[in-house]
């Protein structure tokens, strides 16, 4: 147990360190190729009123740099992703996992997250603002830039860098219902804020479940991204 408990957590540092890695690549060469990147960074800090609560204050930085945030973010979610892929294909462990879902399954799988989806926004929009403030920054950060490029980093490749890291490496790994909520601890954890940490760790259990049930990583994959593709279209429609 042990050795699969390390085994596991060198998913978790490999998927940390490419994050990083990458952004910290990103922000330097962003910073080194616009020489207004930076100032206009910290031109929106200055502007965010300091004379207001704590939750207004969240809320306006979060607007204010989201917009040179997402520079910065996308790219690195996208070249995150691939890294991250590249190595669970190249590792070859993907061949037991091969069993492929009808469209009949997949259909079921895409209504499941759309309706997880909703039931988890009712809930958030009827929460206290003292609640949901953070829970709203970090949403307004991960959505901000261009609409293609969100859907495409956030809604897709981001879900299936999850799915292997967090459902495949980790989970997978330490095996049964130890290394199923496991996982889903540092799913949620991971999230940062108290409303994500709670749904996101319902999530990944659910998608852990499916997935030891299917014998695939595929269920979680397919409910990840309808789920994460569905926050980024409904937010773009009801800006």
Known sequence: MAKRFIKAEMWLVLYLVVQSAIMFGVMVYRINSDVDYMDGLVNSLVKVPTESSFISRSVETAKAISVHLSAVLIPACILSSAVILAIYLISKWHNA??????????????????GANLLITFIVEILP?????NHQSTTDIALSGSFFMVLLSTGILVPVMEEIIFRFGMGETIGGKVGL???AIIFGLLHGNIVQIIYAFGLGLWFGVENMRKQS???GIIMHITFNASTVIASTLYK
């Open 129 to 133: 603002q003292t609640i949901t403030s």
């Open 181 to 183: 909520v496991y996982q």
């Open 217 to 219: 990583i595929l269920p």
């Open 97 to 114: 996992r091969g069993q492929v879902l009808s469209w009949q399954e997949t259909i079921k799988y895409v209504v499941y997250a759309l």
